[in-house]
Nanobody, 123 residues
Framework: QVQLVESGGGLVQAGGSLRLSCAAS????????MGWFRQAPGKEREFVGS????????YYKDSVKGRFTISRDNTKNTVYLQMNSLKSDDTAVYYC????????????????WGQGTQVTVSS
């Protein structure tokens, strides 16, 4: 079955860093664009960033530009989210997702979703 399993979340002080990983299985990872989303308590899920299947194009939410970096390793079927200079506003459950549509696709078009990993940034 298709699985996306996020890991690497935890509690970190403001200004600190975390690296999230998303391990994919059950589909041909290398032909899917991958994305990261997050959902804070009481808020809607929002887009964080996405990466083309080739790794050649990357797209970020404005508020994380310069702080977060998406990468992927198609030999390991894994996509990463390196998060630096974390802020309390980054506190959320982080999800990875997969689509065969554009990296700019709206949430409806992201076909596969992971279970999420909690990131808590203390101030």
């Amino acid at each position: 079955q298709v699985q996306l399993v996020e890991s690497g979340g935890g509690l970190v002080q403001a200004g600190g860093s975390l690296r999230l990983s998303c391990a994919a299985s059950g589909f041909i990872f290398s032909i899917y664009n991958m994305g990261w989303f997050r959902q804070a308590p009481g808020k809607e899920r929002e887009f964080v960033g996405s990466i083309h299947r080739s790794g050649g194009d990357i797209y970020y939410k404005d508020s994380v530009k310069g702080r977060f970096t998406i990468s992927r390793d198609n030999t390991k079927n894994t996509v990463y989210l390196q998060m630096n200079s974390l802020k309390s506003d980054d506190t959320a459950v982080y999800y990875c997702a997969a689509t065969q549509e554009s990296i700019y696709a709206t949430e409806y078009y992201w076909t596969y979703w992971g279970q999420g990993t909690q990131v808590t940034v203390s101030s």
